[in-house]
């Protein structure tokens, strides 16, 4: 064994120190501008060469930035997501109070409403009726003799219809007999004249009405009603009292509905603490007539 293993004091060659070159037998090394191993200090730095980076991928920036974009679109989702909602949320209030803007018919029963439908039935044929009666007296009038007598009862029918209208001629008929009863506040006459005309719009073809004292005013389309100033009514200039009854010819199941129609005059009577109570009968009287209305200014068509 060679002095240099025995002096390691194993078989094998020791490596040198780091930091410290060594020539081929562990001889200081060589090269002039080596420094003296014995000069370094233990706790001396060792200066390392700079090693350069390891060249970074192509792609490994472009992966290192990705995150930021992906959060930005994320919150852009989340944000158009409430948009969206937001609109949805709208939409469906707007179309709910849509919906619920007119409670007169969604209120309405169904058996109400298929009397209200079978009313305009009725009413449709009627009217095609009366079409072909006028039609007939039509080609009636247009022939000779005949023509003449079918002339002379038409303007006698029509004579009859308009004296009807116009209050000038009693009625009698099937109807109702609809009492109005309660505080003034109940029965005063805005809610009278409400009444009045939801029977007009349910087809009644004469009216009048009566107060306690059994004072009668007819009822046609000239018509005022105002309250009194010291409670009651004043129709037409004749101040009557309550409870007022109005006696109404016309179809008394379509003249029963209008008046029962939810939030009609029924529903507006009964709110304000009064009672309406309609009662049928085959044969209505409207005897009350009225006065001819002079005409000052209106003058018929030749």
Avoid: C
Avoid at 69 to 77: G, H, I, K, M
Avoid at 173 to 190: Q, T
Avoid at 206 to 219: E, K, L, N, P
Avoid at 250 to 271: F, H, K, Q, Y
């Amino acid at each position: 064994m060679s002095e240099e293993h025995r002096e390691t004091g194993t078989g094998w060659p020791q490596p040198a120190e780091p930091g410290r070159p060594s020539g081929p037998a562990g001889e200081p090394d060589p090269r002039p501008d080596a420094p003296d191993p014995d000069e370094l200090s233990p706790l001396a730095p060792v200066e390392q060469e700079d090693v350069p980076a390891p060249a970074e991928e192509p792609g490994a920036s472009a992966a290192a930035a990705k995150p930021a974009p992906v959060s930005r679109r994320l919150t852009s989702a989340g944000a158009m997501i409430a948009v969206l909602l937001a609109l949805l949320g709208f939409t469906l209030v707007v179309q709910l109070k849509t919906t619920s803007t007119d409670p007169t018919l969604a209120a309405t029963r169904e058996e109400d409403l298929v009397r209200i439908s079978s009313d305009l039935d009725s009413r449709e044929r009627r009217l095609r009726q009366d079409i072909e009666a006028l039609e007939e007296s039509q080609r009636q009038l247009r022939s000779g003799e005949q023509g003449r007598q079918a002339a002379l009862e038409e303007a006698t029918r029509r004579a009859d219809e308009l004296g009807i209208l116009a209050g000038t001629l009693p009625a009698v008929g099937p109807g109702l007999s609809v009492r109005f009863e309660g505080p003034d506040k109940a029965v005063e006459a805005e809610r009278i004249l409400d009444a009045v005309q939801e029977l007009r719009g349910a087809g009644a073809e004469a009216m009048q009405i009566a107060g306690a004292d059994g004072t009668a005013v007819r009822i046609i389309a000239s018509t005022y009603f105002v309250d009194g100033p010291s409670g009651g009514l004043v129709v037409d200039g004749r101040r009557l009292t309550g409870p007022y009854v109005i006696s109404v010819i016309g179809d008394p199941a379509t003249l029963r509905t209008a008046l029962n129609i939810p939030g009609g005059v029924v529903a507006s009577v009964e709110e304000a603490g009064g009672n309406v109570t309609p009662v049928d009968s085959e044969a209505v009287e409207v005897s009350q007539l009225h006065a001819p209305i002079k005409l000052e200014h209106a003058r018929p068509v030749s």
